[in-house]
């Protein structure tokens, strides 16, 4: 063999090992948190039973939990950012201007809903409609309020900035059609602030530029329009003072292990709303799937909010509206905690791209569930 073949096939396992090598010693001093949002797959077992799927078990367990992996992945986006403005990801879309957009197709699949091309059929609209119906007679039978909030996506409501190769198939998208055809064909009132964050976008920045979410401006918006709707007492942004607090990242730019390069985005704040009115946190589980605040609200009714993220930005407004609110994630709530709260007002908070989940909604009812 020659030298430089040798040469050649040295360097090449050194190449091949050093980073393992390196990593058993510096993986205490270098960053291995999970950026996926999922279980990492674990080292499988060896054995004749599962010889035909070990090989790819164990590179599920590999690509997972490949030495330094955050550090390449991190060091490929931003190659691919600075030299071919693109992202090399299978949840992260990245827009006009660095904005980040969501994209997991098993995650809601909001390029879906951006696109216009996953609207329910007539038949299925006129199934949720009898679904939402039932629950809404279920819990008037019990004198509690049933409200349909929906919130848009970020993709739809800064279209602006998505990609141009991602084509729009039609005007309408799942949210409008929803709010539309269960306002007009039920008594539900249906809270979906779509025209009120766009005219306020005019003037502020209402969805966060790296996360999924909407800003503090668009849940105080989305607030004060359930506000309206359930005590007929509103603010307005006018009404207030916006300010703008600091820098940030977000969830999105997480994914991609980029947050000290996505840094830049604003954090607002809102001060001088109902400042006399005193707000109480009375519970909160560690994970946040229950809170529970309690105020000296001029209406002193109860009021539930199943709710998914998009409520967070809401967690400083809906309280001083109310003099009991309860937030229950919809993945933790059971329809026994109605029971258990006795709640004057039932919210459904959905964002967009978890519309569908209004077609499983189920409440307890005489022993049997509604399905």
């Known amino acids: 063999m020659k030298k430089r073949q040798r040469i050649f096939i040295t360097v090449f396992i050194i190449a091949l090992l050093a980073p393992n090598i390196l990593f058993f010693f510096l993986k205490g001093y270098v960053d291995t948190r999970n950026f996926q949002k999922k279980k990492l797959s674990e080292k499988p077992t060896f054995s004749f039973k599962n010889i035909c799927i070990y090989p790819r078990q164990y590179e599920e367990y590999y690509d997972d939990n490949i030495a330094f992996k955050n550090q390449f ?40 809903d951006y696109q216009r091309n996953n609207l329910f059929s ?17 819990l008037k039978n019990k004198n509690i309020k049933f409200v349909l909030f929906l919130a ?23 949210a409008d059609q929803t709010a539309k055809y269960i306002s007009e064909n039920t008594d539900i009132p249906v809270i979906y602030p779509k025209s009120e964050l766009l005219e306020a976008k005019k003037k502020y920045q209402i969805y966060y530029k790296y996360d999924t979410h909407w800003n503090q401006i668009g849940g105080f918006i989305g607030s004060q329009e359930l506000a309206d709707k359930l005590t007929g007492n509103r603010l307005y ?31 607002f704040s809102i001060s001088g709303f109902h400042d006399d009115i005193k707000v109480n946190l009375v519970k909160k589980t560690a994970d946040e799937s229950y809170i529970k605040y309690e105020s000296n609200a001029l209406d002193k009714r109860k009021i539930l909010v199943i709710r998914d993220s998009f409520s967070e930005a809401m967690f400083d407004y809906i309280p001083k509206n109310f003099a009991s609110t309860v937030f229950i994630h919809g993945e933790s709530f059971k329809p026994s905690d109605i029971e258990k709260e006795r709640p004057d007002i039932i919210v459904y908070e959905g964002v967009e791209r978890y519309i569908e989940k209004l077609q499983s909604f189920t409440l307890y009812n005489r022993g049997r569930y509604y399905n």
Not at 80 to 99: A, M, P, Q, Y
Not at 158 to 170: D, F, L, R, W
């Open 122 to 138: 007539d038949q299925q609209l006129s199934s949720l409609k009898d679904r939402l119906e039932k629950v809404e007679a279920y």
């Open 73 to 112: 992945v991190k060091l490929n986006n931003l190659i691919n950012i600075k030299f071919f403005h693109t992202i090399s990801s299978e949840r992260v879309l990245l827009g006009d201007n660095n904005w980040l957009f969501y994209k997991d197709e098993d995650d809601g699949d909001p390029i879906s």
């Open 237 to 267: 942004l006018k009404d207030v003072k916006i300010l703008d607090e600091s820098k940030c990242s977000g969830d999105l730019a997480n994914m991609l292990n980029l947050t000290s390069y996505f840094n830049d985005d604003k954090m």
């Open 152 to 174: 848009p996506d970020k993709e739809i409501m800064y279209s602006e900035h998505m990609p141009s190769n991602i084509k729009v198939e039609g005007n309408i998208t799942i």
